[in-house]
């Protein structure tokens, strides 16, 4: 096929655009490299999928999602079979300061990604969504059959309208679209705004770590290879319409359009303590914790129910925490040289 992946600078746009071309499809990446965390990270990634292109079959395109004239040529230009769009502001708290950032990105550039397959024929649409619109819910574990009609920061609004969104255009227009809630995801040449980075990082500089919540969080660490299987797996499943769907008792999941909407997690809610307990002993060294209150747009815990993708997609993330946070030391270490 022929892929489009935006974001494919970003942490897991870099892994499952090198899945990708692994496979023999040929992608073209856009990004924007915008300066939201260390820059030269990304263009490091970048030369890893060019070291690894070995047939030449990755493009690199800089360029915005929110300019519309420039989005509408990418489509226009090439002829994608499939997208699978990552790009986006990330980050709850950073949407606290800055939440223009989150309308421009991910709510009129996703516009601009939906125009474009609509015009182009792309045959199917797989995006990033986020356990963050599971938002004031309390029923654990997470489930797509649940409301998430209450989302407590604008990264989640924004993520939930992605979902809305995409349905309208898989109902007016015919386009299969598949929304993936990604649970906390972790890894290899993750981003420095995340936990894992910025502990690893304090704890080696023998600094203090900032823990929420008291430290009473729980969250569903999910490692970068089963994101990307997932993400692989759902592309090669386009989304089908639900002939048992009901408008009188609407399931929040599927519809009568070509639209669903999956989590990806772990299905093993992990305490924070654990977790940072996994990365002291990686590390060799105890942390100091900064015990401090729940912020703002956070959410206590995080618990993902996957029966729905492993019944309609037929995969179950597996990877455990001990062997995903041994390697992301083993690459922190050495990309770092600590």
């Known amino acids: 096929m022929r892929v489009l992946v935006t974001g494919a600078a970003g942490f897991i746009g870099m892994h499952v655009t090198l899945a990708l071309l692994k496979r023999g499809d040929r992608v073209v990446g856009l990004d924007n490299l915008n300066a939201y965390y260390d820059v030269t990270l990304k263009e490091a990634r970048l030369q890893v999928i060019a070291a690894q292109d070995a047939d030449q079959q990755f493009q690199w395109i800089r360029l915005d999602l929110a300019d519309r004239n420039g989005m509408a040529e990418l489509f226009k230009q090439h002829h994608f079979d499939a997208v699978v769009h990552l790009a986006a502001q990330a980050g709850v708290r950073y949407s606290l300061d800055n939440p223009l950032a989150y309308i421009d990105s991910n709510i009129t550039g996703f516009a601009h990604v939906l125009e474009g397959c609509r015009h182009s024929g792309v045959k199917h649409l797989v ?3 986020s356990s963050s619109v599971y938002g004031l819910n309390e029923s654990m574990p997470f489930s797509v059959h649940d409301n998430v009609d209450h989302p407590i ?3 989640a609004a ?3 309208s992605n979902e809305l969104m995409a349905h309208s255009y898989a109902h007016l227009f015919g386009l299969p679209t598949t929304g993936l809630r990604f649970f906390t995801v972790y890894g290899p040449w ?3 705004d995340m936990s894992p980075f910025k502990f690893t990082k304090a704890i080696l500089a023998g600094q203090p770590i900032d823990v929420y919540n008291y430290g009473k969080h729980r969250r569903d660490f999910t490692y970068i290879d089963d994101i990307v299987e997932g993400v692989i797996r759902t592309l090669d499943h386009p989304a089908q319409s639900n ?3 009901q408008g009188i008792n609407p399931d929040p999941s599927s519809s009568r359009a070509p639209w669903r909407v999956y989590n990806i997690g772990n299905q093993q ?8 307990g996994a990365i002291e ?4 060294r105890k942390a100091t914790l900064n015990l401090l209150p729940l912020q703002h747009g ?3 815990d995080t618990y993902a129910d996957v029966e729905a993708l492993v019944a309609e997609v037929g995969y179950r993330p597996a990877t455990n925490l001990q062997t995903g946070i041994a390697r992301f030391i083993e690459w922190y270490r050495h990309y770092y040289q600590v």
């Open 127 to 129: 995006y990033a969504s």
């Open 153 to 155: 920061s604008l990264y």
């Open 158 to 160: 924004s993520k939930k």
């Open 190 to 192: 993750g981003r420095p």
């Open 243 to 245: 002939l048992n769907w």
């Open 269 to 276: 809610p992990v305490e924070l303590m654990d977790y940072i």
């Open 281 to 284: 002993t990686q590390l060799g």
């Open 298 to 300: 956070d959410v206590p």
